[in-house]
């Protein structure tokens, strides 16, 4: 129980303390990011010089100081992407770091120099940047043509099969639409016709004589047969 009791104060001196409070703040890459510290102001009496660094609060003022401010206006600033955009009046000295990067990932110190001896404010920030995210969705194109690297052969046997089924469909269309390849060979269709439309009335003709021939010499043999039975 004594046990108990001890570890429990242990941890509420650690909590209340704070030179050992710290947090973890992220961030992305690209975007601003804020990394949050205050500290009360009943009136202007206690507005006090404070600083942000990087790495741990050391015994006094910041290791790698970025920024400044003696309660009223920046007085120090390393970097452009380094502001306090926090009202000061009012203790917010929240450090904002604009444009993010990789390399902003760390630890920083939140330092307010408060009078007297370890009356100092410290805040330990971790911070962490991420990288952005990217989709890996790779986008779709939709085209009406399709190539081929130069020296295949893929482009060209399609451009043949295309060739080919284009001179296969007018041949076609053609076959229906006009019989005669030629003007040449429509007329010669158009002699053989006429050719044969003149044959077909000779020969009818001569068939025609050839039946009135015997008929006629059947007439004049039976004429002779009846003339010898009368004599």
Do not use: H
């Given at each position: 129980?004594?046990?108990?009791?001890c570890?429990?104060?242990?941890l509420?001196?650690l909590?209340?303390?704070?030179?050992?409070?710290?947090?973890?703040?992220?961030?992305?890459?690209?975007?601003?990011?804020t990394?949050?510290?205050?500290?009360?102001?009943?009136s202007k009496?206690?507005?006090?010089?404070?600083?942000?660094g990087?790495?741990?609060?050391?015994?006094?003022?910041?290791?790698q100081t970025?920024?400044?401010t003696?309660g009223?206006?920046?007085?120090?600033?390393?970097?452009?992407r380094?502001?306090?955009?926090?009202d000061?009046?009012?203790?917010?000295?929240?450090l904002?770091?604009?444009n993010?990067?990789?390399?902003?990932?760390g630890?920083?110190?939140?330092?307010?120099?408060?009078?007297?001896?370890?009356n100092?404010?410290?805040?330990?920030?971790t911070?962490?940047?991420?990288?952005?995210?990217?989709?890996?969705?790779s986008?779709?194109?939709?085209?009406?043509e399709q190539t081929?690297?130069?020296?295949s052969?893929?482009?060209?046997?399609?451009?043949?099969?295309?060739?080919w089924?284009s001179?296969?469909?007018?041949?076609?269309?053609?076959?229906?639409?006009?019989?005669?390849?030629?003007?040449?060979?429509?007329?010669?269709?158009?002699?053989n016709?006429?050719?044969a439309?003149?044959?077909?009335p000779?020969?009818?003709y001569?068939?025609?004589?050839m039946?009135?021939?015997?008929?006629?010499?059947?007439?004049?043999l039976?004429i002779?047969?009846?003339?010898?039975?009368?004599?």
């Open positions: 129980m004594l046990s108990y009791f570890m429990s104060w242990i509420l001196v909590s209340a303390d704070p030179a050992l409070s710290e947090s973890l703040v992220t961030g992305t890459v690209g975007q601003d990011v990394v949050p510290c205050f500290y009360y102001v009943r009496d206690d507005l006090t010089s404070m600083c942000w990087r790495g741990e609060c050391p015994a006094s003022k910041c290791s970025i920024i400044r003696d009223r206006t920046v007085t120090e600033q390393v970097n452009s380094y502001m306090l955009k926090g000061l009046m009012k203790g917010n000295v929240s904002t770091i604009v993010a990067e990789l390399a902003d990932s630890t920083y110190c939140c330092r307010v120099e408060i009078s007297g001896l370890f100092d404010q410290k805040n330990t920030r911070v962490v940047i991420n990288k952005a995210r990217i989709s890996t969705a986008p779709r194109t939709y085209t009406s081929s690297a130069p020296g052969t893929t482009g060209s046997s399609s451009i043949i099969t295309e060739a089924l001179d296969s469909a007018s041949e076609a269309s053609q076959t229906a639409s006009d019989p005669c390849s030629s003007t040449s060979d429509c007329l010669d269709v158009t002699s016709l006429q050719n439309s003149l044959s077909l000779d020969q009818q001569s068939d025609i004589r039946y009135i021939g015997i008929g006629l010499f059947l007439a004049l039976s002779l047969i009846l003339a010898l039975f009368l004599t």
